[in-house]
């Protein structure tokens, strides 16, 4: 069973800049689509970044666009999303998703109910 481990979030200031990491114990990690969401309280899970199993093609959430960065490395078994810039909003529990990257629609890389394994989540708070 593949099991995803998200590390490196923590308190920072309005403006700074954290790098979450979540690494996966599958040993078919190359074949995996992988994404980043998040959660307020009383908010639902909401998308973030994601990042495709072939070619790396990354796509993200209006919200964070230009400020937010995927990234994978393979040989680490480990996807990263690297945060700049941080604001007050961005404060949330940041979850890594993982899924089998078959030739799914565009539409359903932001959709939590099409992927198939989760991490247990990494706290982020910015302070103003």
């Known amino acids: 069973q593949v099991q995803l481990v998200e590390s490196g979030g923590g308190l920072v200031q309005a403006g700074g800049s954290l790098r979450l990491s979540c690494a996966a114990s599958?040993?078919?990690?190359?074949?995996?689509?992988m994404g980043w969401f998040r959660q307020a309280p009383g908010k639902e899970r909401e998308f973030v970044a994601h990042?495709?199993?072939?070619?790396?093609?990354?796509y993200y959430a209006d919200s964070v666009k230009g400020r937010f960065t995927i990234s994978r490395d393979n040989a680490k078994n480990t996807v990263y999303l690297q945060m700049n810039s941080l604001k007050p909003e961005d404060t949330a529990v940041y979850y890594c998703?993982?899924?089998?990257?078959?030739?799914?629609?565009?539409?359903?890389?932001?959709?939590?109910?099409?992927?198939?394994?989760w991490g247990q989540g990494t706290q982020v708070t910015v302070s103003s």
């Open positions: 998703a993982g899924r089998l990257g078959l030739n799914y629609g565009l539409e359903s890389m932001s959709r939590v109910n099409d992927y198939d394994y």
């Open positions: 599958g040993r078919t990690f190359s074949s995996y689509a």
């Open positions: 990042i495709t199993a072939r070619n790396y093609n990354t």
